[in-house]
C-alpha cells in the first residue's frame, strides 16, 4: 500500500517524505512544481537512499488526476500539501486562490472516495484562528479568517467537515501548523521561497548569510514582552514526524479530528534574532518599523491535544531550528538549483 503525498516536493511535503519512507512507508508523490523544484526528488533519495515515485500533475486537472488513481490502486489514502499559501498575494488574486485550492481539494476527495481511499491527512494552517481572543490557542477556539489564503483554508475544513457528514467511513485528520521553520539537518532539503521571503526565518537565514543587508522588524508596540510578534515556531522534522502519526491514526479510526501542531512556546521576533545569532555565531542586523497589515500581537499553541490523540510532541528546540536553517541556507545560498548535479 502507499500514500499519496501531494505537494510533495514543497518545503513540509518533502521533509514528511523523507521521514515517510525512513520510517518504510511506500510514498507516490505527485506535484506540479508550481513552487518546488524537480531537485528535491534527488534531494530525498540522497537522503534516504530510495528515489520516491513522483507523477508531474495538476490536482486541479481532473482528468490527469484520474490517471494517476487508475495506475496507482495501491493508494491507500493521501497527505494533501498542495496548494497556494502566499498571503499578500492571495489578497491580489483571489480567484486563482479559491480556484486552485478548492477544485485541487474536491478533485483530490473525488478520487479518494472512487478507488477507496478514504484516509486523509490535510494540512491546514493556525490562521484559521485569525485573531485569538487569547492563547495559548486550543482547536475548539472560534474560527475566521482575514486573507483568502486563510478563507481556502477554512472552506476546506467545512468541506472535509461535511465529507464526514456525508460518508463515515472517510477519516480525516485536520493539522492545523504554526509556524514550520528549520531543515533537514543533512542540509540538503530547507525551506526555497521565490524572491524576497515574506515569512520570518527564510529573512533572517538570508541577512545573516549577507544575501539581504538586514531585517525589517514589523512593529515594536505589540502587547508582547519585548513589543514584537510573538509566534509558535516549531521544527519542520517534528512536523514532518506527526503526519506518519496521524496517517497510523486515520487507519484507527474514522471520523474527523482537528489537531494543533506547534510547540506551546512564543518566541518574539527579537528572540528569534537573538537565538539565530547564539546559535551561529553570524549577526542579523535589524531596524524597527511599521506593523505589516493583518499581523496580530502573539499566536501560540495548545499542543495537548496532539500528545492526546497522536502521541506526538515537538522535541527539536529554538537552538535546533536556527542552525539547521542556517546549515540549509549556507550549504545552498540561492536555494535548489534549476537542475540537479548528476
Ligand atoms: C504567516 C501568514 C500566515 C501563514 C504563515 C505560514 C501573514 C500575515 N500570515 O504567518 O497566514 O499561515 O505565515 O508560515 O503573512 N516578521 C518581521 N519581518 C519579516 C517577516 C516577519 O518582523 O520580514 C514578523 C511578523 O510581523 C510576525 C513574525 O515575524 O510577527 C512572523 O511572521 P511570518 O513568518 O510571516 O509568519 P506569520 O505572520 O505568523
Known amino acids: 500500500m502507499s500514500i499519496l503525498v501531494t505537494g510533495g516536493t514543497g518545503f513540509i511535503g518533502s521533509h514528511t517524505a523523507v521521514e515517510m519512507i525512513e520510517a518504510g512507508t511506500k510514498v507516490l508523490i505527485v506535484d506540479n512544481f508550481s513552487n518546488s523544484k524537480p531537485a528535491v526528488l534527488d534531494r530525498i533519495f540522497r537522503i534516504t537512499g530510495v528515489k520516491p515515485e513522483f507523477v508531474l500533475c495538476d490536482l486541479c486537472d481532473y482528468d490527469a488526476l484520474e490517471i494517476v488513481f487508475a495506475n496507482h490502486p495501491d493508494i491507500e489514502g493521501c497527505i494533501h500539501f498542495a496548494g497556494l499559501k502566499a498571503v499578500g498575494e492571495s489578497v491580489q488574486k483571489p480567484v486563482e486562490y479559491y480556484r486552485n485550492n478548492l477544485v485541487s481539494t474536491m478533485n483530490l476527495c473525488q478520487f479518494l472516495a472512487k478507488y477507496g ?4 491527512v490535510f494540512s491546514s494552517s493556525a490562521t484559521v484562528y485569525g485573531k485569538p481572543a487569547s492563547v495559548p490557542i ?11 489564503y486563510g478563507e481556502t483554508k477554512l472552506v476546506i475544513e ?15 485528520v485536520v493539522l492545523r501548523y504554526f509556524n514550520p521553520i528549520g531543515a533537514h539537518k543533512s542540509g540538503l532539503m530547507g525551506e526555497d521561497p521565490k524572491g ?9 537565514s538570508k541577512v545573516a548569510n549577507g544575501k539581504l543587508p538586514y531585517l525589517h522588524v514589523f512593529g515594536n508596540d505589540y502587547h508582547t514582552h519585548d513589543g514584537t510578534g510573538v509566534r509558535d515556531y516549531i521544527h519542520v522534522v517534528d512536523l514532518a514526524r506527526a ?3 496521524a496517517i497510523r491514526y486515520a487507519r484507527e ?9 506547534g510547540t506551546g512556546c512564543g518566541y518574539s521576533v527579537l528572540d528569534i534574532v537573538h537565538a539565530y545569532e547564539n546559535a551561529t555565531g553570524k549577526k542579523v542586523p ?16 495548545d499542543p495537548s491535544k496532539a500528545l492526546r490523540v497522536l502521541g506526538w510532541k515537538a522535541e527539536r528546540n529554538l537552538e535546533d531550528m ?5 546549515h540549509w541556507q549556507s550549504l545552498n545560498p540561492d536555494g535548489y538549483p534549476e537542475k540537479e548535479e548528476a
Open 117 to 120: 481511499a478514504k484516509k486523509l
Open 138 to 148: 486550543r482547536e475548539d477556539f472560534p474560527l475566521s479568517c482575514t486573507n483568502p
Open 158 to 172: 467545512y468541506l472535509l467537515r461535511d465529507l464526514v457528514v456525508a460518508d463515515p467511513e472517510w477519516s480525516i
Open 196 to 204: 524576497i521571503p515574506n515569512n520570518l526565518l527564510p529573512y533572517v
Open 243 to 245: 503526519h506518519l502519526d
Open 253 to 261: 479510526r474514522s471520523g474527523i479530528d482537528y489537531i494543533n501542531l
Open 286 to 301: 535589524y531596524r524597527i518599523e511599521a506593523r505589516r497589515p493583518g499581523d496580530i500581537d502573539e499566536c501560540y499553541a
Open 322 to 326: 536556527c542552525r539547521d536553517s542556517d
